[in-house]
């Protein structure tokens, strides 16, 4: 069955960077495109973006341009996000998912890493 | 950038109860990008329903979703505990996807 994983949360200083892990199992990886999402504390779910696993082309959502960076290992199956130069409002959860044309939509996801940023 | 509204915020209801959610877009979609996702305390959004009215694997027919256009409903027709959660609708005509802001369901 299709499972995704994730690495385990992280507690980081400001200005550290953090890189989330999401090996992808059951399923061939580089079929499917990846999507991360981020879930502030208390706060909706919005997407950061996704990214092309065939190609490893990504496409940034506003707002995660600059700092935040998709990239693949596609020899073992996994996806990562990194968060550089960190600051406190990116404290959240950090979600990957997949993405499924078929019925453009998110059908998998990932268990969440949370990530906090403090000092 | 096309914006999902979600209505209401909070919707508090007892089980047995009929649940109408709502989710309005800011330009008319083909409701075969649009997707509503449950999340429960704790745990990652799981898919209910895709293509506006499609239910995902595994999800009960108490769940419904109807709508076009701009406005789109999902129904769960008879509240189970299970259900007390909080509900995003998703659209998919843009690249990157977005979320509306959430409908929680909590038991009155």
């Known amino acids: 069955q299709v499972q995704l994983v994730q690495s385990g949360s992280e507690l980081k200083k400001p200005g550290a960077s953090v890189k989330v892990s999401c090996k992808a199992s059951?399923?061939?990886?580089?079929?499917?495109?990846m999507n991360w999402v981020r879930q502030a504390p208390g706060q909706g779910v919005e997407c950061m973006g996704w990214?092309?696993?065939?190609?490893?082309?990504?496409t940034y959502a506003q707002g995660f341009t600059g700092r935040f960076v998709f990239s693949l290992d596609t020899s073992v199956s996994t996806a990562y996000l990194q968060i550089s130069s960190l600051k406190a409002e990116d404290t959240a959860v950090y979600y990957c998912?997949?993405?499924?044309?078929?019925?453009?939509?998110?059908?998998?996801w990932g268990q969440g890493t949370l990530v906090t940023v403090s000092s | 950038e096309i914006v999902l509204t979600q209505s209401p915020g909070t919707l508090s209801l007892s089980p047995g109860e009929r649940a109408t959610l709502s989710c309005r877009a800011s330009q008319s979609i083909s409701s075969s990008y649009l997707a509503w996702y449950q999340q429960k305390p704790g745990q990652a959004p799981r898919l209910l329903i895709y293509?506006?009215?499609s239910r995902a694997t595994g999800v009960p027919d108490r769940f419904s979703g109807g709508g076009s256009g701009t406005d789109f409903t999902l129904t769960i027709s008879r509240l189970e505990p299970e259900d007390f959660a909080v509900y995003y609708c998703?659209?998919?005509?843009?690249?990157?996807?977005?979320f509306g802001g959430g409908t929680k369901v909590e038991i009155k």
């Open positions: 998703q659209q998919s005509v843009t690249s990157p996807l977005t």
């Open positions: 293509g506006a009215s």
């Open positions: 998912a997949r993405y499924l044309g078929s019925v453009r939509s998110l059908d998998s």
């Open positions: 990214i092309n696993t065939n190609s490893g082309n990504p």
């Open positions: 059951g399923y061939t990886f580089t079929g499917y495109a």
